[in-house]
């Protein structure tokens, strides 16, 4: 079995420009109109035009709005490269790792990669839907009974790390605290000047014991964009390039993938053995990372899948400071993430990825800034996962 | 019965298995080949790709692997019992089985558990598991 491929042509594209909508509870507009939005606010910022895309790509699981639709509401007539990728949040960086190869490759110049959805006023994904989604397949299997919502998936995990490591309520709190400081002064955060205490995470209701109402990200409407080119020419272009050195895609553990017998451990592991491969890089080089957080465990497990804690020794590295955005040696969730910042599927990760590489994150600039860590969700949800890689050039 | 507003939509694959449930028996896909448990039922055997399968009453029973309380509902026909613990229970026949359902107990959930699963219908041929806790002498798994 193949774990990663030294061959992936590393820093060959890379991310050039990048745009976003508001994150909001009601953007008023289609998921039509977010994406025409923040594609263009993308191009402006990588000193382009519209003229120049010949590819997009997206995913969804829930509201979306397809690549050939925009491309034909933006009148671009030499595509070259496309991707409607189904799921969620498993695949955000999937889309990103195939954009960075199809431009590696030469069939297409300029990718952008994007997601926009209305996930607050529109398509919910706790099933509460205003209209008919797409719904994955093992679904029909637990929706009689009410186990629908990733959430009670997510918290059933979260269980199983608590039975076998003593994980506790308050070092899942100490993530959603530490997500939430990082949003508050984040202009683009849902959350911002909204400060949260360990003592209110743990006021606040549960949803699905043992997951409290802020160990749930936010139904955000808004959409995010990004603007992959190849390296050479990014260097032409306005701002530091930020070069995608390794992309991976690989399986996680969930509940229908049968084989696996130990849920407490992290299904971020594969994923992470194969992004590291292929890009040359190692968790001791990895300046700052955005793990793929729709919940507070998420996080948890990634910090032991990816490399940065021994299986149960992300609560004292919490308490201890280690990844504060302030002074921390490995910052995480440098914006607030998706509990805080906003839940645009994951894509909203990689746009703080590149303003903080640039060194453009202003007062949440980390102080090393040059290898950034993006991820997907890790796996339990749809058995996929993946994560890309990204190097200041 | 009580019809359920939410129920799962059968195919080709899982009519008999929805069907089953309805009648009151948790069954699984069992290859015909190397005897491997398949669940959900799906058209190939995920150990040995063959296709030589047959949907066979599993004996119900299992133990509790991991637990959460529903505090919050968006299904309709569960907001009822909220708040309720489903309970993902590994499955006697085979330890990579795992199967989600509401947990009727006098006790709060534990891992280990010992359940039976005792499905009830929800609509015309379709039926969903429910566990309920059983007394047992068999050793509490880890």
Not at chain 1, 85 to 108: E, M, P, R, T
Not at chain 2, 20 to 35: E, I, P, Q
Not at chain 2, 88 to 111: C, H, K, N, T
Request: proline residues 5%; glycine residues 10%; contains cysteine.
């Amino acid at each position: 079995m193949s774990v990663g491929n030294t061959s992936f042509p590393r820093g060959k594209a890379a991310i050039a420009g990048i745009g976003c909508t508001e994150f909001s509870k009601n953007s008023g507009v289609t998921t039509f109109t977010l994406a025409v939005r923040a594609i263009k606010a993308a191009v402006a910022d990588a000193g382009l035009a519209v003229e120049d895309i010949d590819g997009l790509a997206t995913f969804g699981v829930n509201d979306s709005i397809s690549p050939n639709v925009l491309a034909q509401a933006l009148g671009i007539q030499n595509m070259n490269f496309f991707l409607d990728q189904y799921f969620g949040g498993s695949v955000s960086l999937s889309v990103l790792g195939a954009a960075s190869l199809a431009v590696s490759a030469g069939v297409a110049n300029c990718v952008v990669v994007y997601r926009a959805l209305n996930g607050r006023s529109q398509v919910r994904l706790n099933g509460a839907n205003a209209a008919p989604s797409r719904q994955p397949w093992d679904i029909q299997f637990k929706m009689a009974q009410g186990y629908t919502i990733p959430a009670q998936e997510m918290a059933m995990y979260a269980r199983s790390h608590m039975l076998r490591y003593g994980t506790r309520s308050e070092d899942l709190g100490r993530i959603a605290v530490l997500s939430r400081t990082n949003a508050v002064d984040n202009d683009r955060a849902m959350m911002k000047g909204r400060p949260l205490t360990l003592d209110d995470y743990l006021a606040s209701p549960m949803v699905a014991d043992p997951f409290h109402l802020f160990d749930i990200c936010l139904e955000t409407d808004g959409a995010v964009a990004i603007v992959v080119t190849s390296t050479e020419r990014a260097g032409d272009l306005p701002h530091r390039p930020v070069k995608i050195q390794g992309a991976a895609w690989g399986g996680g553990i969930s509940m229908v993938n049968n084989g696996y017998t130990d849920l407490a451990v992290s299904p971020g592991k594969a994923v992470a053995e194969k992004v590291y491969a292929n890009a040359g890089i190692g968790p001791s080089e990895i300046d700052f990372a955005e793990f793929y957080d729709c919940f507070t465990y998420p996080v948890l497990s990634q910090l032991e899948g990816y490399g940065f804690a021994e299986p149960g020794g992300v609560p004292d590295m919490l308490q201890d400071g280690i990844f504060d955005r302030a002074g921390g040696q490995l910052p995480i969730q440098t914006h607030g993430g998706l509990l805080s910042e906003g839940y645009i599927h994951g894509i909203n990760h990689v746009f703080e990825a590149v303003q903080q590489i640039r060194g453009d994150a202003a007062h949440r600039q980390v102080a090393r800034h040059d290898v950034g860590l993006v991820t997907g969700q890790l796996g339990y949800i749809s058995g996929y996962s993946s994560a890309c890689l990204l190097v200041g050039g | 019965m009580k019809e359920h507003r939410v129920k799962p939509i059968p195919n080709m694959d899982t009519a008999a298995y929805f069907g089953a449930l309805a009648d009151g028996r948790l069954m699984a896909t069992h290859c015909g080949d190397c005897s491997h448990w398949t669940w959900p039922p799906r058209p190939v055997c995920s150990r040995c790709h063959g296709e030589n399968l047959s949907l066979d009453t599993v004996r119900g029973t299992g133990a509790i692997y991991s637990w959460i309380v529903v505090h919050r509902s968006t299904t309709p026909d569960m907001m009822e019992y909220v708040p309720y613990t489903l309970a993902l229970v590994r499955l006697d026949e085979q330890d990579d089985i795992y199967i989600p359902g509401r947990l009727l107990s006098d006790v709060e959930a534990f891992r280990g558990m010992r359940v039976q699963a005792d499905p009830k219908k929800i609509g015309e041929n379709i039926g969903d598991v429910i566990w309920k806790a059983i007394e047992s002498d068999l050793p509490v798994s880890p």
